[in-house]
């Protein structure tokens, strides 16, 4: 056997067997760790396991998928505090005012109070007014051709009126009235005892002025009652009838034209806002009164003049405010 001539061929063979061998380690290496690489991918947190490592020689196990990465979540747009208001072609109601959106966060701020300019301002307001009542009269002395009259006897007697007016203040009020007197019957005795009879009427025109007293709401705890005091000045008309005696002629009838005054009190009853009922007391000095002094037979004499007729009247009545 040629043992020999082959060792060098042998030698050569085993280290080209030694330097494949250990390219080919090299290479299972790089391949090892590229397909690592390959198989769980570049993310750290997904590296394989030493299982799928092993296993992808042979059945090419891959790595598992990586997680999809958590999206941020897009910004959220802050809602506006009040809602547009709607389309005018659409039954929209009027947006709700910003302020009440401002409620939300602080309290509404009260609004100062403003003084009415025109709270507690008086306004003059008209009234008309109608009364009715019945008149006591005084005895009224008188003087005539036959001397001193000895008594003279003026007989009570009704009376209504009418009248227009203002409040001119809270408490201040002021009007016009016209007042008619029945026919008032006189009866006496003149100087020579000789019974006189006749008759004198009476028309009359006052401007009053009044005072209400209100406090007296406060008094009574209620606006129903108002006692009023006033006073007044005018004019009077008294005319008389033919004045009969009956020891002579008969004495001719004429009127007179006075400067009347008078004092008044009384109590207002509210009945509505505008009406009020009025129930009073009036003092009234009408003036004097006379005969013309002419008589039935012709001659002419002396006329027969009478003191001031005077009377205490009590009177009801309305007074309507527009």
């Not at 390219?23 to 690592?36: L, M, R, T």
């Not at 307001?125 to 008188?142: C, F, S, V, W």
């Not at 005091?229 to 008969?250: C, E, H, R, Y």
């Not at 008589?295 to 405010?321: N, Q």
């Amino acid at each position: 056997m040629k043992t020999g001539r082959h060792l060098p061929l042998a030698a050569l063979i085993g280290a080209v067997a030694a330097a494949t061998g250990a390219v080919a380690g090299e290479n299972e290496s790089k391949f090892h760790i590229a397909y690592q690489i390959e198989v769980a991918g570049a993310d750290e947190s997904d590296r394989a396991t030493k299982k799928e490592l092993k296993d992808s020689g042979t059945n090419m196990v891959p790595a598992k998928k990586a997680a999809a990465p958590v999206q941020p979540a897009p910004p959220t747009q802050p809602k506006p505090a009040v809602e547009p208001a709607k389309s005018a072609d659409v039954d929209a109601k009027p947006a709700a005012p910003a302020k009440q959106a401002q409620s939300m966060d602080k309290p509404a701020m009260d609004k100062p109070k403003v003084a009415d300019a025109t709270a507690g301002e008086f306004k003059m307001t008209p009234y008309i007014r109608i009364d009715a009542g019945y008149a006591l009269l005084n005895e009224a002395t008188g003087n005539g051709r036959n001397g001193t009259n000895r008594a003279t006897t003026i007989q009570n007697t009704g009376f209504a009126g009418v009248g227009f007016g203002y409040h001119l203040e809270e408490n201040v009020r002021m009007d016009g009235t016209f007042t008619y007197r029945a026919g008032m019957e006189i009866d006496g005795k003149d100087g020579a005892s000789s019974t006189v009879s006749g008759q004198v009427n009476s028309v009359s025109a006052m401007l009053n002025l009044y005072y209400d007293f209100n406090q007296a709401h406060d008094w009574l705890g209620s606006k129903t009652f108002t006692p009023y005091v006033g006073a007044g000045a005018g004019i009077s008309m008294l005319k008389t009838d033919s004045l009969n005696t009956t020891s002579g002629p008969t004495e001719r009838g004429t009127e007179v034209y006075n400067l009347a005054c008078a004092a008044m009190a009384g109590m207002g009853v509210s009945i509505t806002e505008k009406l009020t009922a009025d129930f009073g007391y009036r003092f009234i000095n009408l003036g004097q009164f006379e005969q013309d002094g002419s008589f039935s037979t012709g001659i002419t004499g002396a006329a027969t003049k009478f003191d001031d007729l005077m009377a205490h009247e009590f009177h009801a009545g309305l007074r309507l405010a527009f």
